[in-house]
């Protein structure tokens, strides 16, 4: 990370790291969790409102936003669900990457901290070091060319 990289994820950096979406409502999914097996479906009224959105990013996290639709289904959109689905699983998507970037900053921070005290301890021993040390070397001028 150089000092030029931005400091924050943008809903850009978010949109970036996605590679791949899928949806599928709550019924759909009980059908497909018992499709191979010899039993009765469960009773999934009311599931058909519920919208998942399973979103892989491309370092192969994988989260699920969840929409639980309308309170009263007669005001049900699935196309809002959708949307709503997406924007649950982009706020975790953005909670990821904060997480990295912070691990990043702490990271670059650390590097900066450590030369930082190698410089002062560079210092420190030209000022305490006498003509005949082993390590002796001269102070020169902080500001000489």
Same mark, same amino acid.
Request: hydrophobic share 30%; glycine share 6%; aromatic share 8%.
């Given at each position: $990370?150089?000092?030029?990289?931005? !400091?924050?994820? =943008?809903?850009?950096?978010?949109?970036?790291? #996605?590679? =791949?979406?899928?949806?599928?409502?709550?019924?759909?999914?009980?059908? =497909?969790?018992?499709?191979? $097996?010899?039993?009765? @479906?469960?009773?999934?009224?009311?599931?058909?409102?519920? &919208?998942?959105?399973?979103?892989?990013?491309?370092?192969? &996290?994988?989260?699920?936003?969840?929409?639980?639709?309308?309170?009263?289904?007669? !005001?049900?959109?699935?196309?809002?669900?959708? +949307?709503?689905? !997406? /924007?649950? /699983? +982009? +706020?975790? #998507?953005?909670?990821? @990457?904060?997480?990295?970037? !912070?691990?990043?900053? &702490?990271? @670059?921070?650390?590097?900066?901290?450590?030369?930082? &005290?190698?410089? *002062?301890? *560079?210092?420190? @021993?030209? +000022?305490?070091?006498?003509?005949?040390?082993?390590?002796?070397?001269?102070?020169? =001028?902080?500001?000489?060319?």
């Amino acid at each position: $990370m150089t000092s030029e990289q931005k !400091r924050f994820v =943008s809903p850009q950096d978010v949109q970036d790291e #996605i590679d =791949s979406v899928y949806y599928v409502t709550g019924d759909n999914a009980i059908v =497909s969790c018992f499709a191979n $097996m010899d039993i009765d @479906l469960p009773r999934s009224e009311g599931f058909q409102y519920i &919208t998942l959105c399973f979103v892989k990013l491309k370092n192969g &996290t994988k989260v699920v936003g969840i929409n639980y639709g309308a309170i009263d289904p007669a !005001r049900h959109s699935y196309e809002i669900g959708r +949307e709503q689905a !997406r /924007a649950n /699983a +982009e +706020e975790q #998507i953005y909670q990821l @990457l904060g997480f990295r970037l !912070r691990d990043q900053l &702490t990271e @670059l921070n650390n590097k900066i901290r450590n030369e930082l &005290t190698q410089i *002062r301890l *560079r210092d420190e @021993l030209k +000022e305490n070091s006498k003509p005949g040390d082993k390590d002796y070397q001269p102070v020169t =001028s902080k500001y000489e060319d």
